[in-house]
Nanobody, 122 residues
Framework: VQLQASGGGLVQPGGSLRLSCAASGFTLDYYAIGWFRQAPGKEREWVSC????????FYADSVKGRFTISRDNGKNTVYLQMNKLKPEDTAVYYC????????????????WGQGTLVTVSS
């Protein structure tokens, strides 16, 4: 069972990136998938989540209107489209899978990816 986060990189303020979270060893269809981020010297922060049952999506206030989470069950992958990026979005981004429901609490999640670094800087 593995989650692989990818798509991070260096981008200028106002730019866009799309992160991917690919699963192997299990089917993402039955899991809520969350994205978290951790900036240097700060605690891990919940960013977004997408439910397994009806695809409902949820966002932290800090990213609402700029980030979009989606899932492609055929590719067993969840995406996080990040637009209008700001320097304060700089962090390592992690995806995680929860058997039960979307949660903003990291301890609720069962599986974690290794993280991908997003740096927003001019």
């Amino acid at each position: 069972v593995q989650l692989q986060a990818s798509g991070g990189g260096l981008v200028q303020p106002g730019g866009s990136l799309r992160l991917s979270c690919a699963a192997s060893g299990f089917t993402l269809d039955y899991y809520a998938i969350g994205w978290f981020r951790q900036a240097p010297g700060k605690e891990r922060e919940w960013v977004s989540c997408i439910k397994s049952s009806d695809g409902s999506t949820f966002y932290a206030d800090s990213v609402k209107g700029r980030f979009t989470i989606s899932r492609d069950n055929g590719k067993n992958t969840v995406y996080l489209q990040m637009n209008k990026l700001k320097p304060e979005d700089t962090a390592v981004y992690y995806c995680a899978a929860d058997r039960a429901y979307c949660s903003a609490q990291s301890y609720e999640y069962d599986y974690w990816g290794q993280g991908t670094l997003v740096t927003v800087s001019s």
